[in-house]
Nanobody, 120 residues
Framework: VQLVESGGGLVQPGGSLRLSCAAS????????IGWFRQAPGKEREGVSC????????YYADSVKGRFTISTDNAKNTVYLQIKSLQLEDTAVYYC??????????????WGQGTQVTVSS
């Protein structure tokens, strides 16, 4: 199982990014895939999750309306579209394969993370 994130970078407040999580070694559609982030000095937090087999998505309250999670099962890739970026969105963003298709299950495999820095 391998998860590789990409798409992070330096962006000004109000800008947008699309993060990608390329999965291999399993079929992403059979498991829930979550996006998490960890800001400096803070604990890792879950921000979004998708269970494509059940057509469900989850968003943390802090990102609702600004983050959109989607999946391309043909490419075995999960995306996180982020708009209206705020300074507090600065963090390392990780994707993880959860233990089951449910977004309530625990992360089992992690990617290496991609840095998102929001700064003027």
């Amino acid at each position: 199982v391998q998860l590789v994130e990409s798409g992070g970078g330096l962006v000004q407040p109000g800008g947008s990014l699309r993060l990608s999580c390329a999965a291999s070694g399993f079929t992403s559609g059979y498991y829930a895939i979550g996006w998490f982030r960890q800001a400096p000095g803070k604990e890792r937090e879950g921000v979004s999750c998708i269970s494509s087999s059940h057509g469900t998505t989850y968003y943390a309250d802090s990102v609702k309306g600004r983050f959109t999670i989607s999946t391309d099962n043909a490419k075995n890739t999960v995306y996180l579209q982020i708009k209206s970026l705020q300074l507090e969105d600065t963090a390392v963003y990780y994707c993880a394969r959860l233990q089951t298709y449910r977004c309530s299950s625990s992360p089992e495999y992690w990617g290496q993370g991609t840095q998102v820095t929001v700064s003027s």
